[in-house]
């Protein structure tokens, strides 16, 4: 199995922000504690079950299969071979459209302190929608973005998500664009990263980055030029984001 956990964990995904690190170790809280870690290239855990970490780290794509689409790019070419084994996750969408929403006009460090801190009032779970929408949530400094994640959890506690998975990719986008504080690049974070739609490809500074100086592609031709990579623009999204943030340093 072609994984690299540390990639995976560590990459601007929802686990990211889920999880917490204590040496090679990934933790949070479940029904119990759980963990994750690899261990001479073998993947290990307690306190989930396989069919958790498999939807989790999204065992079940092939990809080798993958890369012989992205491949085909030379630039993601390079990107799979500097990031080979890292893979997309799958998350709980309500958790995925709160680490998202703390996204907003933020960078890593502050996201995971503020998906964190909401997490602490339930003992390291996520609250449920209908208790964040009263919580006292002045100690996760969320500044402006409070008001979207309480909006957003009282449309979503009244049933906003139900039945998003069955919508076709453009319908589900509108239906979550919805949303207090959902535009289009939170939209397609949830839809890849919560729902499952590879054909997402979010758009945030980086990506617009990568795009312009590696294709000298606009933000508003990015979404046609991304389906070169189809069925996979997710995954060649987030080896583009990757690959960015290691050469296109400001």
Same mark, same amino acid.
């Given at each position: 199995m072609l994984l690299n956990l540390r990639l995976t964990m560590e990459s601007g995904q929802p686990p990211e922000f889920l999880w917490q690190r204590r040496g090679s170790r990934y933790f949070r809280m479940l029904e119990t504690r759980a963990e994750l870690w690899q261990e001479g290239g073998k993947l290990r855990y307690s306190g989930c079950?396989?069919?958790?970490?498999? /939807? #989790?780290?999204?065992?079940?794509?092939?990809? @080798?299969?993958?890369?012989?689409?992205?491949?085909?790019?030379?630039v993601l070419s390079r990107a799979v071979r500097s990031f080979r084994g890292l893979r997309l996750t799958l998350s709980d969408p309500w958790e995925t459209l709160v680490a998202f929403l703390c996204s907003v006009n933020s960078n890593i460090p502050r996201i995971k302190r503020c998906v964190?801190?909401?997490?602490?009032?339930?003992?390291? /779970? #996520?609250?449920?929608?209908?208790?964040?929408? @009263?919580?006292?949530?002045?100690?996760?400094?969320?500044?402006?973005r409070e008001k979207f994640i309480r909006r957003s959890a009282a449309m979503v506690a009244e049933g906003a998500?139900?039945?998003?998975?069955?919508?076709?990719?453009?319908?589900?986008?509108r239906e979550l664009m919805n949303l207090p504080g959902v535009g289009e690049k939170v939209a397609?974070?949830?839809?890849?990263?919560?729902?499952?739609?590879?054909?997402?490809?979010?758009?945030?500074?980086?990506i617009a980055r990568a795009m312009r100086h590696y294709f000298g592609v606009a933000p508003r031709r990015i979404a046609s030029f991304a389906e070169r990579w189809e069925p996979y623009q997710g995954y060649a999204q987030q080896y583009l984001y990757m690959l960015a943030r290691e050469e296109l340093k400001p």
């Open positions: 079950s396989h069919e958790y970490v498999r /939807r #989790m780290l999204r065992l079940g794509d092939e990809l @080798e299969e993958i890369y012989g689409v992205l491949c085909r790019d030379e964190q801190a909401i997490m602490g009032m339930a003992g390291g /779970r #996520m609250p449920a929608p209908e208790v964040l929408v @009263e919580a006292e949530l002045k100690h996760a400094r969320l500044g402006f998500l139900y039945g998003i998975e069955k919508l076709d990719f453009q319908e589900a986008k397609e974070c949830v839809l890849l990263f919560g729902y499952g739609f590879l054909e997402a490809f979010p758009v945030d500074v980086w």
